[in-house]
């Protein structure tokens, strides 16, 4: 009951927070454990673009920080986690209301615990991928995150 309120505080968190608002994305769900983040972007006169089109920035930025985030909170305090690089393509304009859906398992938290447990591993880098969809589910751009993990906290990225 706990977890599912304070899930509830960081969306609200989020969407408030002028950074994150500015995008023109909306969380509009995180899962009290932060294994899932879904995420709202409304073509809108805040995300239209010169031609009409949802503007590619807001794209990526709507969806930029959830994979970290969630490391962050399912790995704990012991790990240091960055973004460290992204990527996104566009596949078709987006003329309506856009949905991504972040979402990491409990097989890859554990892979990255055990591949940091490895003997001379400092650190490793995880990809995740993120498309963002229409109500019917065409995608129209797909974002590739590429998020730094270590323990080691002399070695941030």
Known sequence: ???ALRSRLYRLGFNLFPAYRRTGGRVTYIAPDWQEVRVKLPLSWRTRNYVGTTFGGSMYAAVDPFYMMMLL???GDEYVVWDKEAEIRFKKPGR???YARCTITDEEIAAIEAELATEGT???DRHYT???VDSEGTVHAT???TVYVTTDR???A
Do not use: I
């Open 73 to 75: 909170k399912n790995l």
């Open 1 to 3: 009951m706990l977890d």
């Open 154 to 156: 002399e070695k941030e």
């Open 143 to 145: 974002v590739r995150n």
């Open 122 to 124: 400092e650190s490793v």
């Open 130 to 132: 993120v498309d963002l």
């Open 96 to 98: 309506e209301t856009l």
